[in-house]
């Protein structure tokens, strides 16, 4: 029943999936080497995201502006509040002045149709910012909570983000317009403009992160953080600066990955918690430390979910899932580590 | 009979009042039940430390199992209760077996995979009903009393959540209960006095299974129907969510955590359309919110807070200590035949041969980096020697694991002083004899193992006393000094009255008239015939105590002898000069 | 130890207290109706709808105050069966609505029995309501039974020559109810269904369902899920170039489907309740002045073209209560358990009302109470809806 077009079509799927889970295990692990947050609501930029493009499509101000503006004035209160005043300066640019700023180019350019470039464009910008701007609020006052408590702490953000989301955007899903619609005959096999398009960005976006870790100062101090955070601070490098740089890289990924994922599927203002489980999953299967092992890890997940779309769509998310625990076993067993390093 | 049985039994008897609105006592249910799910993460995530995503599944095996039993074959709805134990801890056991070698992380995400996977399997069972579940099933009765009444199953999850709420607190104040502690941090130190690990994890898992199996019993009678959706990922969230925010670590935290999730909820739906208005749906953005305010204002949960002086737990004070064991008859107690060690390309130890006799005090000494700590650990199971033999009391301990040669009498103490940080210091001695004592879980729940508890604890105090920190024994073990801490070590390992005795660096951090305290217990320990291996920084220390020297330079052997002929090397001066220019 | 006592005191003052405060009246002057919807969670889009509606719901009915109290489960079991009880013991509630979705209001059967509340529910499956027993005795829905759309849907495919047909739906209840009737009315009728694929609504992909259906080669396809998820099959069929007829069910019927399906669902066959397209219902039909009404007061509150047959099922519910409420007065008085009992009679004794899906006739075996009157096929033609004749 399953001829080459169809493996090469099934494959193909999974490669665009398995990207874009990618991603977010990307943003994933450089959230948890650096603060030990497992950051779920990174589904919810996601899917915000893509909400905002597909909205932007129809000349609509993004509806979730006013989240940006509020929780900016929050992140404003409650950084005032722990640090006592000081430096009230910066701190009012990055979560007053920064926000209204980007409402007020959305409120302009909103309605202009100005093309995909800038309409995806905007859609990032919008969103990302909220990265840190919850960083500030929920994780930032938490510096030495275990990672039991902060993962429950994000869960905390990721239901009040999916109430957000139901607020601000409806319960009904949108699709965004494609990059390109082009179609490419290759053999037994077609390929989407979307699919190349998102196969590139993926590809672009890695690049552009090895760059900046390897190239940058900010990114080996990040890096830094990631090997060892306690070193980090004797030489430094602030623990807070690092989370809340950390936090915008994750902000930005989440953002491309749901500009990437709105013309390929309808988005839900809760559809991003099953994308970025994917994309926690392989990040868990690569230690929440290796970058490339993720990204293969994520291609792996995607590919398998496909096949296991054709082959037994009723247990397709039974077998994702279970297809890991012989993986964790295999790791587990290689490593053999016998405590928590934290 | 204890404060808090007074308070549960007023809970059981409370929803008779007359006046009781019936509502609060429907909220009571809510609340007994996921609190009962949530003790058995404290014990599972608060006091072993694995985070479990799986607890609202294995909460499904129960209430299906309850469902199966009562409406489809029609059976008695009490036989229930022993399918739903048998369901959830056999599905524990098959998980367990599975996925509980793995460490920290990767077990958490394990069970994520397990809760998306149980789900599905409710949703794709036709025997389960599938999506709509199965639903009629009939209410428990009692003697032809239809116990339908809200409060009237309020009694019996009232009971329920008395008698879990003991056993869980007889078995966190057991032998197991310690080894259950020590699984958080201290594995290391447990192994070492002979807890078998994967033993005391299976043990934590299959417990909190068998609370979520009851748990689902309960739930599956007071709905009187089952469907897959309470027994997803999100309800296993849920159930985390309440454990930590009520304090993972603490018993009553479970029942906080659970009565402020499920009240504040309830409040919320009363309150927020009064300030929202009617159209608005809020309360999973207030309710998250509300989540991270208190995490940051409490990142221990709510509970220390409440109780802060969180009393620790009383144990059985006995007079009469465990008799020592008889002692090996061999001469010759640990023997070391060319140990080798490499990690990567650097080689740790080589050629590595020592003997340890009946009665003696053996130093074991080298300059920083040569190896000395590598070849405790090889010694004492910690690690395994690439090649090489280890004899133990006349025995092959090649390859055995620390647990194994605990059972062959070695004990040891750590360079970094590992107590566990959630037991007292008498606790901490009291892991120590963990292998004296054999009382299995079920007789700790049941309170069978006090005779042999107060013994363990008279022989933990009788260790403690040899150490001089009787008077601290029931200060929390992570607060005392680092010297003491190094003190309480010895302690631990001496509870387990051992022929060998490993110490490492027993004498940093202790002041002069400690060491010389020291100095007598161990000559008294060699005296009554105890073989005593010792890693020493202090010279002074090391030289006047030690029967024989091992020096080590660069994992090897250069020189041994009684102190005076090792005063005398050339080899050792060299050693100590290079390493000191 | 002194804290712990304070408890314990504490908690006995409270209860003692409540004592005082419970001064709740038997029976009240106000007719309290308890409704629970899932106005948030995966069903938020059909709870949504029906919250809404409550606005439009009566003040009075008879000359009698009537209090409508509205609480979210999200699509839950515990919760609804909690909104449930939370209505009934704190509010003293005559009659519940809801919940929306099949699971959660099966979960609430055992409550309506046990309490003697009649029930409304604005669910789909007919699992609800069959086979009649004790527990469903209290309890009506209003959406049609999956099992007369099914008829509907197998009769077109039947009439247009269909042999083969494909099914791919939502792995939820809404889905597997769908695949029960389906598979039961195509064997009635020698159709053959090539393969059954399942899709979960957050999915982002369907690709692998979607070759497997069409290596199947199915004459038409059936896809079964709820609001916009149902288009992303659709769409994929399309591009990847299926040509044959594809249906849908009455879950899909609001605006936002057909502005995210786009040219993708042109042509797309499904069985709805009239209301979807009252207005190209013949005046003759008494169901189109009702529907109307309805879709004039919502989009008045809402914006206009916002009403969808969703939040119809919850107004539908209303329009049942609000028949038998006069009878049930002149038994009892509100509040009162004679009272919810004459209610649950009148709406079974209802005969021939007019609702926005249909004309509801009750009986003591059908507490539904449409039949082929309560169901129309329409296609959509220019992202509109298009009545077949």
Redesign the interface.
């Known amino acids: 029943m399953m001829d080459l077009s169809i493996l090469l079509a099934l494959l193909q799927d999974g490669v665009v999936s398995g990207a874009v889970y990618g991603l977010l295990a990307l943003a994933l692990v450089l959230v948890f080497a650096v603060t030990r947050v497992i950051l779920i609501p990174v589904g919810e930029l996601v899917s915000f995201t893509a909400l905002t493009y597909a909205g932007l499509e129809d000349g609509q101000i993004p509806e979730a502006l006013p989240l940006l503006l509020a929780l900016g004035a929050l992140a404003f209160l409650r950084g005032a509040l722990q640090d006592r005043g000081r430096s009230l300066g910066s701190l009012a640019l990055q979560t007053l002045v920064l926000p209204a700023a980007i409402a007020g180019c959305a409120v302009l350019i909103a309605p202009l149709h100005a093309g995909i470039a800038v309409q995806a464009g905007l859609a990032i910008a919008v969103v990302a910012p909220m990265a840190p701007l919850l960083y500030r609020i929920a994780f930032r006052p938490l510096p030495e909570a275990s990672v039991l408590v902060k993962l429950i702490a994000a869960v905390g953000v990721h239901l009040a983000l999916t109430g957000l989301g139901l607020l601000c955007f409806g319960p009904e899903g949108a699709r965004g317009p494609a990059f390109s619609d082009a179609v490419l005959t290759l053999g037994p096999m077609i390929l989407t403009g979307q699919a190349v398009w998102v196969i590139f960005c993926t590809t672009a976006a890695m690049a552009a992160l090895w760059a900046f870790f390897r190239l940058s100062l900010a990114g080996a101090a990040l890096r830094a953080t990631a090997i060892n955070r306690r070193g980090a601070r004797l030489v430094g490098i602030s623990p807070d600066r690092s989370g809340l740089l950390a936090f915008w890289l994750a902000g930005l990924i989440a953002g491309l990955s749901g500009v990437l994922i709105a013309p390929l599927t309808t988005v839900y203002y809760d559809g991003g918690f099953l994308i970025g489980l994917k994309g926690f999953v392989a990040a868990i299967i690569a230690g929440l430390g290796s970058y490339p092992l993720a990204i293969a890890a994520a291609l792996v997940v995607g590919v398998v979910e496909s096949l296991s779309a054709f082959w037994a769509s009723d247990f397709k998310e039974v077998i994702v899932f279970s297809v890991i625990i012989p993986v964790l076993l295999w790791r587990s067993l290689r490593h053999c580590a016998v405590g928590e390093e934290e | 009979m204890t404060?808090p049985m007074?308070?549960l039994i007023?809970l059981i008897l409370?929803p008779w009042?007359?006046?009781?609105?019936?509502?609060?006592v429907?909220?009571a249910n809510?609340i007994g039940i996921s609190a009962i799910v949530a003790m058995g993460l404290v014990v599972l995530?608060g006091i072993a430390?694995m985070?479990s995503f799986v607890q609202a599944g294995l909460m499904g095996f129960g209430a299906y199992a309850a469902a199966l039993v009562a409406q489809s074959w029609g059976l008695s709805p009490w036989l229930g209760l022993p399918a739903a134990l048998l369901a959830s801890g056999l599905a524990a056991v098959l998980m367990g077996a599975?996925?509980l070698?793995?460490?920290?992380?990767?077990l958490a995400?394990?069970t994520?995979?397990w809760g998306?996977?149980l789900y599905?399997?409710f949703?794709?069972l036709d025997i389960l009903g599938?999506?709509?579940?199965l639903?009629?099933?009939p209410p428990l009765s009692v003697a032809g009393y239809r116990l339908?009444d809200?409060r009237a199953s309020a009694m019996v999850i009232g009971v329920s959540l008395l008698l879990s709420f003991i056993a869980t607190r007889n078995l966190l104040n057991s032998r197991w209960g310690r080894a259950l502690h020590a699984l958080q941090?201290g594995?290391?130190a447990a192994a070492s006095a002979g807890v078998n690990l994967g033993q005391a994890r299976l043990l934590a898992f299959v417990y909190a299974a068998l609370l979520a199996g009851l748990a689902g019993w309960l739930f599956a009678h007071l709905?009187?129907?089952v469907?897959?959706?309470?027994f997803g990922l999100v309800a296993g969230?849920q159930y985390?969510?309440m454990a930590?925010?009520g304090g993972?670590g603490f018993l009553p935290g479970a029942l906080l955590g659970a009565a402020i999730v499920v009240l504040v909820n309830?409040w919320l739906?009363d309150l927020l359309?009064l300030l929202l208005g009617?159209?608005?749906?809020?309360?999973?953005?207030?309710?998250?919110?509300?989540?991270?305010v208190l995490?940051?204002a409490a990142?221990?949960g709510l509970w220390p807070l409440?109780?802060r002086a969180s009393a620790m737990a009383h144990h059985p004070q006995g007079r009469t200590a465990l008799p020592a064991p008889s002692a090996p008859n061999a001469t010759e107690l640990l023997q070391a035949t060319r140990l080798h060690r490499r990690f990567g390309g650097l080689v740790a130890v080589a050629d590595l041969s020592l003997s340890l006799h009946k009665g003696e005090i053996l130093g074991l000494i080298g300059p920083n980096g040569a190896g000395k700590s590598t070849s405790f650990n090889l010694l004492s199971g910690v690690d395994h020697p690439d090649s090489g033999r280890v004899m133990l009391a006349g025995t092959d301990a090649t390859g055995l694991a620390a647990p194994e040669m605990a059972k062959l009498g070695l004990a040891r103490s750590f360079q970094h002083a590992r107590l566990v940080a959630g037991l007292s210091v008498i606790e901490n001695v009291a892991l120590g004899a963990h292998l004296r004592g054999t009382a299995s879980p079920l007789q700790a729940i049941l309170r069978r193992d006090r005779a042999e508890e107060a013994a363990l604890f008279a022989t933990a105090a009788r260790a403690l006393d040899r150490v001089g920190l009787l008077a601290e024994a029931d200060r929390p073990a992570t607060s005392l000094a680092l010297g003491q801490q190094r003190l309480v070590e010895i302690a631990r390992a001496l509870a387990a009255s051992p022929a060998v005795l490993l110490l490492d660096e027993p004498a940093a951090g202790l002041r002069h008239a400690e060491k010389q305290a020291l100095a007598a217990l161990l000559r008294q320990l060699a005296a009554s015939g105890m073989g005593v291996l010792l890693v020493e920084h202090d010279m002074e220390f090391v030289m006047s105590l030690a029967h024989r020297l091992v020096v080590l330079d660069f994992g090897t052997v250069i020189a041994a002898g009684t102190p005076a002929e090792i005063r005398q090397s050339p080899a050792v001066i060299e050693a100590y000069l290079g390493a000191a220019a | 130890m002194l804290r712990r006592h304070t408890c314990i005191l504490l908690a006995c003052l409270l209860a003692a207290g409540t004592v005082a405060a419970q001064a709740t009246p038997a029976q009240a002057d106000t007719i309290k109706v308890g409704i629970t919807f899932s106005a948030t969670g995966p069903a938020a889009s059909l709870g949504i709808a029906q919250r809404n509606s409550v606005a439009l719901f009566p003040k009075q009915i008879a000359g009698q105050d009537v209090e409508y109290i509205v609480l979210d489960d999200g699509g839950d079991t515990s919760r609804a069966v909690a909104n449930m009880r939370k209505l009934i013991d704190e509010n003293n509630v005559d009659l519940i609505m809801g919940s929306t979705v099949t699971p959660a209001s099966l979960a609430m059967l055992g409550v309506a029995a046990e309490k003697q509340v009649p029930m409304i529910a604005t669910a789909a499956s007919g699992a609800l309501i069959a086979p009649m027993d004790a527990q469903r005795h209290w309890v009506f829905k209003t959406p049609q039974n999956d099992g007369l759309m099914a008829d509907a849907i197998v009769q077109n495919m039947t009439k247009a020559g269909i042999k083969t047909v494909a099914f791919i739906g939502f792995s939820d209840a809404y889905g597997d109810g769908w695949l029960n009737e389906f598979t039961r009315a195509t064997k009635a009728a020698g159709i053959e269904i090539t393969t059954v694929e399942k899709y979960a609504r957050p999915d982002t992909s369907v690709t692998g369902q979607v070759l497997k259906i069409m290596a199947t080669a199915p004459q038409a396809v059936l896809v079964a899920g709820s609001g916009t998820p149902a288009a992303l099959p659709q769409k994929t069929l399309r591009e990847r170039g299926y040509k044959g007829p594809i249906y849908q069910t009455h879950g899909i019927t609001n605006n936002e489907f057909l502005k995210v399906g786009g040219k993708d669902v042109e042509g797309t066959i499904l069985p709805t309740g009239p209301i979807l397209v009252a207005d190209q219902l013949p005046d003759s039909n008494p169901v189109k002045a009702v529907a109307l009404s309805y879709i004039h007061a919502y989009d008045a509150m809402y914006g206009a073209g916002t009403a969808s047959p969703f939040g119809a099922n919850a107004y539908d519910a209303m329009l049942l209560f609000k028949a038998a409420v006069p009878a049930a007065l002149s038994h009892a008085k509100p509040g009162t358990a004679e009272f919810r009992s004459a209610l649950r009679d009148g709406i079974e004794g209802l005969h021939g009302v007019v609702l926005d899906h249909g004309i509801a006739t009750m009986s003591p075996t059908d507490h539904n109470g449409f039949d082929t009157s309560a169901r129309v096929m329409v296609t959509i033609q220019n992202s509109t809806w298009k009545l077949l004749p």
Not at chain 2, 130 to 133: F, K, L
Not at chain 2, 278 to 292: D, H, R, Y
């Open positions: 404060r007074l308070i007023a409370l009042l007359p006046g009781m609105p019936l509502f609060w429907s909220l809510q995530t430390g985070t599975v996925t070698r793995l460490s920290g992380h990767y995400l394990s994520i995979a998306v996977s599905f399997l949703v794709n599938r999506n709509d579940g639903s009629g099933l339908i809200v941090g594995e290391v709905q009187r129907a469907s897959p959706n309470p969230i985390l969510l930590v925010l993972a309830n739906q359309p009617a159209g608005v749906n809020a309360e999973t953005v207030v309710f998250g919110a509300g989540l991270v995490l940051q990142p221990t409440l109780a």
